[in-house]
């Protein structure tokens, strides 16, 4: 196997991983809509919890941006361009970083906050090196990403 194979493959991989996301999201779109005319008759309602909505939202599309640059450089790396390899190594850490933070929000963990201070770092580190190769758009789009996760996580550290 020779090295674009691997870097195709991982660029696979990386693809197939954020299309969990997609599928979560329309997930949740199906949630949204209007379920009046759905049979409730098994007993019970169920209770869904907005209270970390829009951090559970905000590191989703932190996580889709960051998939989608990390993805890109090693396209691009796969291509010679070695500069991206940094960028490459932050989206990789906030979309690890951001996953587990949309699943502690979303289970209204008492360890919220804790993550919440770490994940502000990994982003804000990611933030800059996505800053350094703004050229691209996938780059840019990850900084943006992170900067609205950053001030989400904010809100829930203080």
Known sequence: MNR????????????AATAG??????????DKMDMSNMDMSHGHEHH???????????ASDCV???NICLQHCIVAMGEGDKDLAAC???ASQVAAMCAA?????AAESKYLPQLAK?????CKDCEEECKKTKKHP???????ACAACYKECKAIVI
């Open 4 to 15: 674009r194979e691997m870097l195709t493959g991982a660029a696979a991989m990386i693809a």
């Open 21 to 30: 996301n997609v599928f979560a999201a329309e997930s949740d779109n199906m």
């Open 48 to 58: 869904k919890s907005t209270r970390n909505q829009k951090l559970i939202e905000t």
């Open 64 to 66: 889709l941006k960051a």
């Open 88 to 90: 490459a190594k932050s």
């Open 101 to 105: 933070l949309e699943q502690m929000a």
């Open 118 to 122: 770490v994940a502000m770092d990994v």
């Open 138 to 144: 996938e780059c840019k789009a990850c900084g943006e």
